[in-house]
């Protein structure tokens, strides 16, 4: 027995002795599946303490809130929302602001209440682009999971998570809620889990999807397939068998490959979604076919990778063209989902602001800030010589890629909200809410920013299966998963309260600077977590590795 396996079983032994609710899955089920996940080279995630959420309860009510639903309609308050278990039963309005509440309205038989008077409910936040690990780094588990669900993100969409058959095995201790941790849809990438060589051919493009599609890891399955630049006969196949087997696609378009398969074309052989902005542009080339890269251009630079990203923005039609409003409807015929994760790259736009984000300090972990660091080897840290013309250009490449965003959604479009964390001085969680921000920059209402980050994510996440009008999460319904986040301030009139850290704020009683906001609850499956004493814990996950460092370090006597 290994020291790491032999001290799992000595704490799994002291777990067992702690008072365990009926909250909590069975412990004894718990340790066995640890001990073979360890035993299997797997890591082990933290398990969920007996004091780590409340509940699901029998019959829980949320007294008094106000509700943004997610759908795009408007704010409606007081209501009390009634959970029985891991679902919403009931979302019933018992009075107007300003009167007293009619107490004859409200539902009774509560085995628990929550007064939420004058706090704001939210469906749970969706990231729709996630790594429990940045850039090559071994998955962070616990301290990823708690920086999501303490910034209100309750569903998370690996593409991927971790390898494969790790990401599935959190994904079913997550659905049994065994760990705290966001519900979790696994996109796996070709090739991913056997030992069948290179996707290389149509044939064995098609043989893979069925493998994966088949792949039963503790009862999880993936959802769905995280592509990147292939040959064209090769993602056509992909992308059919994957539909075949009810999987959602979606692709970051390598610049290595968009000369001959821009968004567009990906689009045409049925992709259902691009992340970032890869092959976007390229498809609104109307003067040439390649993008116009400097001679001395290198891929595998990362300055230039992506420092002539930046100029995109004036090699593309303009807005409001014929090229830019064609583009726009072929989209919309296709059914095709934008999920742009602005907030990922816009350091190239402000590297200061990014490196400069005040929740680092007590939030970043060490490890995480070194791979940030200017690298000649770490992706996304590019940062050789990082100029004031390298941000003009990205700041006009913004400015047009939000235009579209903006111009896509006002036709019906779906955009989505993705962060992309853990490269480019971002955070996971606290960079997911920046996200929204930049989409609010982009000329989305507080609304719809609020329905992008809800029931548009649900619904691309349902639609691979046939289910976007069976959802199952994504907005306040009866009927729906109990996926909840609790904030003491309107998001619509400051979205920075939805930070972990909140937003600052003049107290004119006292006349002195505090905080408000950062969200108060996070509710998944009906259990009801304290986000901010989650938050607690990664601050002291980062203070511990921070005092580890400065003792690893420190010269003998």
Do not use: C
């Amino acid at each position: 027995m290994n020291k790491h396996l032999a001290l799992l079983h000595i704490s799994l032994a002291v777990i067992t002795t702690l008072v365990v609710t009926d909250s909590v899955v069975a412990q004894t089920d718990v340790n066995d599946l640890a001990i073979e996940r360890l035993e299997n080279g797997m890591e082990v995630t933290t398990l969920r303490r007996a004091d780590e959420g409340d509940g699901p309860h029998e019959r829980l009510i949320l007294r008094g809130a106000t509700i943004i639903d997610g759908t795009g309609a408007p704010p409606m308050g007081p209501v009390d929302i009634v959970i029985e278990g891991d679902r919403i039963v009931e979302v019933k309005p018992v009075g107007f602001p300003m009167a007293p509440i009619n107490e004859q309205r409200r539902p009774q038989n509560a085995t628990k209440e929550l007064d939420f008077s004058g706090m704001y409910v939210l469906p749970g936040l969706i990231d729709m682009h996630a790594h429990t690990g940045g850039g090559g780094k071994a998955p962070q588990p616990e301290y990823t999971y708690k920086l999501w669900m303490g910034n209100g993100i309750t569903t998370s969409r690996g593409v991927g998570h971790g390898e494969m058959m790790w990401a599935l095995g959190e994904k079913a201790a997550s659905d049994r809620n065994e760990i705290v941790a966001p519900r979790m849809f696994t996109y796996a990438r070709p090739g991913e889990g056997w030992d069948r060589g290179s996707v290389d051919s149509p044939e064995k493009a098609r043989e893979w999807v069925r493998y994966a599609a088949n792949v039963d890891v503790e009862g999880a399955h993936i959802d769905g397939l995280k592509l990147t630049s292939y040959p064209p006969d090769i993602m056509e196949a992909l992308i059919d068998e994957a539909h075949k087997h009810g999987l959602g696609t979606v692709a970051h378009l390598a610049q290595t490959g968009v000369s001959r398969m821009n968004a567009l074309d990906a689009a045409r052989l049925g992709l259902d979604m691009m992340t970032h902005y890869y092959g976007l542009f390229e498809a609104l080339f109307d003067d040439r076919t390649i993008q116009d890269f400097p001679n001395d251009y290198n891929y595998n630079n990362e300055q230039h990778r992506f420092g002539q990203v930046g100029r995109l923005w004036y090699q593309s039609a303009d807005r409001g063209s014929e090229t830019w409003n064609a583009l726009i409807e072929e989209f919309l015929d296709l059914d095709f989902g934008l999920d742009p994760t602005m907030t990922i790259y816009e350091a190239s736009r402000d590297v200061m602001r990014a490196r400069e984000a005040e929740w680092h300090e007590e939030y970043t972990l060490p490890s995480q800030w070194d791979f940030y660091q200017p690298s000649r080897e770490a992706h996304g840290s590019y940062w050789y010589y990082w100029t004031s013309e390298d941000e003009y250009h990205w700041n006009k490449f913004y400015e047009k890629w939000m235009q579209f965003l903006n111009d896509y959604k006002n036709r019906g479009g779906i955009v989505t909200t993705g962060s992309d964390s853990g490269f480019i001085y971002k955070l996971y969680g606290f960079d997911y809410v920046r996200e929204l921000e930049l989409l609010r920059e982009a000329g989305f209402s507080p609304l719809e920013v609020i329905r992008a980050a809800t029931y548009h994510g649900a619904l691309q996440l349902h639609k691979p299966k046939g289910m976007e009008n069976d959802l199952q999460f994504g907005v306040i319904q009866a009927g729906l998963k109990a996926d909840l986040i609790v904030v003491d301030k309107n998001p619509l009139a400051n979205l920075k309260v939805l930070y972990g850290t909140g937003a600052p704020m003049l107290n004119d009683d006292t006349g002195k600077l505090e905080r408000v906001g950062g969200i108060s609850y996070t509710i998944k499956d009906g259990i009801v977590y304290d986000a901010k004493k989650l938050l607690e814990d990664v601050r002291r996950m980062v203070a511990d590795a921070k005092a580890r460092s400065i003792t690893d370090h420190e010269e003998p006597n």
